[in-house]
C-alpha cells in the first residue's frame, strides 16, 4: 500500500503528528555523508509501519534530513509529492554461506 502527500501539505504534517521513528536503511553513503536513506515510522493507531525515502542535506551525523519529493508521475507539471510504503518487519536470525 502506498500514500501519497503534496510536499510540505497540511495533510502530510497531520500524517506525521501519528508516526514514530523505528529505523533506517542506509541506502547510499556513510552517516557523516551526504546520502540517501530510507525512514522506518511505526503507526500505533493503524500498528502499521511505514518507509519513506529520505536524504540528509549537509555533512554531519546531526544534520537535518528531508524528504525525498518527486513530480506526481514524474512530470514537471504535477506537483512534488512524498510517498510512504507500507513494509513489514523481518528478522533475520542467521545468513549461512555455502561453498560452490
Same mark, same amino acid.
Not at 9 to 38: A, C
Not at 45 to 61: E, L
Given at each position: 500500500?502506498?500514500?501519497?502527500?503534496?510536499?510540505?501539505?497540511?495533510?502530510?504534517?497531520?500524517?506525521?503528528?501519528?508516526?514514530?521513528?523505528?529505523?533506517?536503511?542506509?541506502?547510499?553513503?556513510?552517516?557523516?555523508?551526504?546520502?540517501?536513506?530510507?525512514?522506518?515510522?511505526?503507526?500505533? =493507531? %493503524? /500498528?502499521?509501519? #511505514? !518507509?519513506?525515502?529520505?536524504?540528509? =542535506? %549537509? /555533512?554531519?551525523? #546531526? !544534520?537535518?534530513?528531508?524528504?525525498?519529493?518527486?513530480?506526481?508521475?514524474?512530470?514537471?507539471?504535477?506537483?512534488?509529492?512524498?510517498?510512504?510504503?507500507?513494509?513489514?518487519?523481518?528478522?533475520?536470525?542467521?545468513?549461512?554461506?555455502?561453498?560452490?
Amino acid at each position: 500500500m502506498k500514500l501519497e502527500f503534496i510536499e510540505d501539505s497540511v495533510e502530510l504534517k497531520e500524517f506525521e503528528k501519528t508516526l514514530k521513528w523505528k529505523d533506517q536503511d542506509n541506502v547510499e553513503g556513510d552517516l557523516d555523508d551526504y546520502h540517501t536513506f530510507d525512514a522506518i515510522y511505526y503507526q500505533e =493507531s %493503524s /500498528g502499521k509501519y #511505514y !518507509s519513506v525515502s529520505m536524504t540528509r =542535506s %549537509s /555533512g554531519g551525523i #546531526y !544534520s537535518k534530513a528531508r524528504y525525498s519529493a518527486y513530480h506526481r508521475n514524474f512530470k514537471n507539471s504535477e506537483p512534488l509529492v512524498v510517498n510512504f510504503h507500507e513494509v513489514k518487519p523481518v528478522e533475520v536470525v542467521r545468513i549461512e554461506w555455502e561453498m560452490c
